[in-house]
């Protein structure tokens, strides 16, 4: 099956700097890559998704971009604030309405 | 977004029993649902896909006879974890998606096993 893998673990910036994720998988078939954000003991919210027929995607403070041939997309905030700060889980699918492998995650912290 | 409820929210049970969570899409129909398992500070790992109907597809090292899973109905998936033990303790999580569709995810249920 899919292996999707996701760095850093851990990150913390100052408040108004950009944070960026990276993840790769391992499915050349996989398609739609979305991202997620989980708040301690709460289920996780999709922030931002992406197919594979587009290079880069963004929604205000958030983008996101993939590069097809090197099975990698990263997660890109700006402008952080302290409500950004949550675990957020990459993940790779064939399809939306197919099963989701998640990557390990990354925990952001933002530093007011 | 439509809404999956997931209920219980939290169950302490004693090693040996068996726990029952329901997953429900409340505003669509689901053909399929998901079933994750997350432990503390670590991803969610796919346990299953349930289909309604038909027998759930388990991911490989997933014990089928420990979690049953049952999908009756389009609007309902069962997760029954059969004699619970300690190191069942986790946090499950459910997903429901109509095809094509973006995926919902259920507010997910603490099991503790004592």
């Known amino acids: 099956g899919e292996n999707v893998e996701q760095h850093p673990s851990t990150l913390s910036v100052q408040e108004g700097d950009s944070a960026v994720i990276k993840c790769t998988y391992s499915d050349s078939a996989s398609n739609y890559f979305p991202w997620y954000k989980q708040e301690l003991g709460k289920r996780p919210q999709l922030i931002i998704d992406?197919?594979?027929?587009?290079g880069e995607k963004k929604d205000q403070r958030i983008a996101v971009t993939l590069n097809k041939t090197a099975k990698h997309f990263s997660l890109h905030i700006t402008e952080t604030q302290p409500e950004d700060s949550a675990v957020y889980f990459c993940?790779?699918?064939?399809?939306?309405?197919?099963?989701?492998?998640f990557g390990t995650g990354t925990s952001l912290t933002v530093i007011p | 977004g439509a809404v999956v409820s997931q209920h219980p929210s939290r169950v302490i049970c004693k090693s040996g029993t068996s726990v029952k969570i329901e997953c429900r899409s409340l505003?669509?129909?689901?053909?399929?649902m998901f079933w994750y398992r997350q432990f503390p500070k670590q991803s969610l790992m796919l346990m299953a896909t349930?289909?309604?109907?038909?027998?759930?597809?388990?991911e490989q090292g997933v014990e089928k006879d420990k979690f049953l899973i049952n999908h009756a109905s389009l609007t309902l998936s069962t997760l029954t974890v059969t004699s619970a033990h300690p190191e069942d303790s986790s946090f499950y999580i459910c997903s429901a998606a109509e095809p094509y569709n973006e995926q919902f995810f259920g507010p997910g249920t603490r099991l503790t096993v004592l």
């Open positions: 992406i197919r594979s027929n587009v």
């Open positions: 505003d669509f129909q689901a053909t399929t």
């Open positions: 349930s289909n309604e109907g038909s027998k759930a597809t388990y």
């Open positions: 993940a790779a699918t064939l399809d939306t309405g197919n099963q989701f492998y």
